[in-house]
């Protein structure tokens, strides 16, 4: 029997299916202002025995009536499966999504250890680079390898979505390379999140997942700031933002199974 | 609730009516989503549903009452200042409130944004004239535990009738000495202010009072640990948040008799919560009603609480004083040695806190704790990490939250403690 695993995000729904352990079917839609109905057409000419729903529009799944019984798990464990999955041997989940961050320590058997997630505001989000990018008129999926062009970033002390405009804005004023700039920004988020992991207790191998993994720059900095070597002991998804859904999807599969 | 019977009343207390009405309002649809609609609950839970009801028309008439008697009445926020002095000469004593969002802005003009919600709130409520009970005191009792609250009454002192102890913030020989001062100067002000001496014999009768009420708590303590739990956390909540206004004779029957029904209930296996629903343990700031949102967070999200490591908790209710003294003397000393045991985390340092924790912790079986704290709450705040350390090393797990009394973070809370419920299951 198919099981879906639905990541209902604050910018993105990813839907994943499985049969017998197999992934045979992957969609995403943006969430828009009106996810049930994004999520419906993702839903279209799916059929099912058992949905997990995640994310935090998790509860809105479970309100809908389906056809099929949808249970719910939190995105920290559904990453976690998720990852382990994708990654066994890595100790270490980071999850940068579209509003939150979240630093997962796993246990050997992929249980999730320990966790942390940011406070209210977009603060080393995803939001805070869309927002950020938007001063340079840079779409956000071009925005890591802009600021790659930079070598020398400039310190940015606010990690206000808000305020850091105006500090970027002030910089630019004052000459500065745009592209330094960029690069300062990606820094501050990427020191801010080695400080979650930190707290965390980060092992590695470290496993990156979520939207903002797909950056580049990201990428290149989170590997300076934590000493984990890209593609040794730091793993990154070829579909990051899937992982979330992936492992809703695991879960089901579990609870199918016993 | 018979709002229009009390009006008159309220206009005399010159509270400001229409935002008091919208106060009731607000208070009476959160108890309804939190309280009423809990499935199983006690018999003897209609005491407090009906209490809570009442709690600004009945009970602020019996002040009135009481008042016009002659008694005095005094407001205090903290488990430090001893209610058996007010007992002993013929005052009621009440816990004031201090857990709801109201007058914030007011509040901010006398004390800085960064100020935890618990201060704000009672300013907030006195400036813009919302509790029936701010405005009965007689006096308000405040105490030097944290440098918010400190600062704060310098403040509040210009609109209330305000008078502060030194709480000291050591446990050493001479802390205990200004100790013993300080309840010695409290107590020659309440006999000022009320024309009766405190003899030994009214303070024998008031000790036994308080600690009949602190016997009746703890048997509920004791209780509720039973497996399935047989009454959930918010209503052992709301019953320690009763406890620090209504009378305590009165209270203390009522919960006997509730405890009673505990009983039958344990004996016959019923639970509120299914037998294998993860037990969960509060710690740190303690929370005034109406603040109810992380337990009702907690509890909805499929846990039960068995214990609440605070001033609205055991913290309060822990120690009892010691019964056999026969002088004024002796009383007083047992009275400072019993307030002396509260492991605040304005004392330092407070290693009895951690011990205490990680005992009850062990004791209560719990899957987990969750630490609390009020955003800018210093003392809680770096307790915590200490807390969390010595939870980790005893191998209990344990999450620490900090929030405050606004509902916008309550979807961040939810993910995080159905997360973390998630890894002790
Ligand atoms: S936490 Fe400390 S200051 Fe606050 S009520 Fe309790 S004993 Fe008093
Ligand atoms: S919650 Fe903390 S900061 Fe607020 S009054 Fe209590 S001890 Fe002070």
């Given amino acids: 029997m198919t099981v879906l695993g639905i990541d209902i995000g604050s910018r993105s729904i990813e839907v994943v299916a499985m049969d017998q352990g197999k992934v045979v079917e992957k969609r995403q839609a943006p969430t828009t202002f009106n996810p049930v109905a994004q999520l419906l057409a993702l839903l279209d000419g799916l059929d099912a025995g058992l949905a997990v729903a995640t994310g935090y529009g998790r509860k809105l799944v479970q309100d809908l009536d389906l056809g099929f019984p949808v249970e719910t798990i939190t995105e920290i464990k559904a990453h976690g499966l998720g990852a382990h999955h994708l990654f066994p041997a890595g100790r270490t989940v980071l999850d940068i999504g579209g509003q939150d961050t979240k630093a997962l320590s796993l246990l050997p058997s992929g249980r999730v250890g320990k966790f942390e997630m940011n406070d209210r505001c977009a603060a080393g989000t995803g939001k805070f680079l869309e927002y950020t990018a938007q001063i340079f008129q840079i779409p956000v999926r071009d925005f890591g390898a802009y600021a790659l062009g930079g070598d020398k970033p400039p310190i940015i002390n606010s990690m206000c979505t808000v305020f850091a405009e105006t500090e970027a804005t002030s910089l630019m004023a004052q000459g500065v390379r745009p592209e330094n700039i960029a690069l300062g920004l990606h820094l501050s988020i990427a020191r801010r999140t080695a400080n979650m992991l930190s707290r965390v207790g980060l092992v590695l191998p470290l496993i990156f997942v979520g939207g903002v993994a797909h950056n580049p720059c990201m990428r290149q900095l989170l590997s300076e700031q934590t000493g984990a070597v890209i593609g040794e002991t730091l793993f990154i998804p070829e579909e990051p933002d899937m992982t979330g859904a992936l492992g809703a999807a695991l879960w089901g599969e579990s609870l199918e199974a016993s | ?425």
């Fill in chain 2, 1 to 425: 609730m018979t709002q229009e019977a009390y009006r008159e009343m309220w206009e005399n207390l010159n509270l400001d009516i229409a935002a008091h009405d919208g106060l009731l309002g607000v208070l009476g649809k959160f108890y309804g989503d939190i309280y009423m609609s809990q499935k199983g609950r006690l018999q003897g839970m209609e005491y407090l549903d009906f209490v809570l009801s009442e709690v600004h028309g009945l009970r602020i008439k019996e002040l009135q009452d009481a008042k016009a008697q002659g008694r005095k009445i005094i407001g205090t926020f903290c488990v430090f200042v001893p209610e058996e002095l007010a007992l002993a000469v013929d005052a009621v004593q009440v816990g004031l409130c201090a857990g709801a969002d109201a007058g914030k802005e007011a509040a901010e003009t006398l004390v800085p944004r960064n100020t935890c919600a618990l201060i704000k709130s009672f300013i907030g409520f006195k400036l813009a004239r919302l509790c029936p009970y701010t405005e009965s005191c007689d006096l308000i009792v405040g105490e030097t535990t944290c440098d918010g609250k400190k600062k704060a009454y310098e403040a509040f002192s210009e609109h209330a009738p305000m008078y502060v102890m030194e709480v000291p913030q050591t446990k050493t020989e001479s802390a205990r000495a200004l100790w013993k001062a300080e309840v010695l100067r409290y107590m020659a002000r309440l006999e000022e202010l009320t024309g009766r001496k405190v003899t030994a014999e009214k303070l024998a009768e008031a000790i036994k009072t308080v600690n009949a009420r602190r016997r009746a708590l703890q048997r509920l303590n004791r209780l509720r640990a039973a497996v399935p739990a047989p009454i959930s956390g918010r209503d052992v909540l709301l019953i320690n948040q009763v406890s620090f206004y209504d009378d305590p004779i009165r209270f203390t029957a009522s919960i006997n008799t509730l405890c009673d029904q505990l009983e039958e209930r344990i004996t016959a296996g019923e639970g509120v919560a299914p037998k294998d629903a993860p037990r969960v343990m509060l710690s740190g700031c303690p929370m005034a009603v109406p603040n109810w949102k992380l337990p009702y967070v907690i509890e909805s999200s499929g846990a039960v609480i068995v214990g609440e490591e605070s001033c609205i908790g055991t913290r309060n209710t822990r120690d009892l004083t010691d019964e056999s003294g026969q002088t004024l003397e002796e009383m007083i000393d047992a009275l400072c040695e019993r307030y002396m045991k509260i492991d605040c985390a304005c004392f330092t340092p407070n290693a009895e806190r951690l011990d205490n924790v990680e005992t009850m912790a062990k004791d209560l079986k719990v899957d987990g704790v969750i630490q609390y704290a009020l955003m800018f709450c210093q003392p809680y705040a770096h307790e915590g990490i200490k807390v969390e350390k010595r939870l980790t090393a005893g191998g209990v797990p344990s999450m620490s939250l900090e929030t405050d009394y606004s509902m916008e973070d309550i979807e961040q809370l939810k993910t995080r403690v159905e997360a973390f419920l998630e890894t002790v299951k």
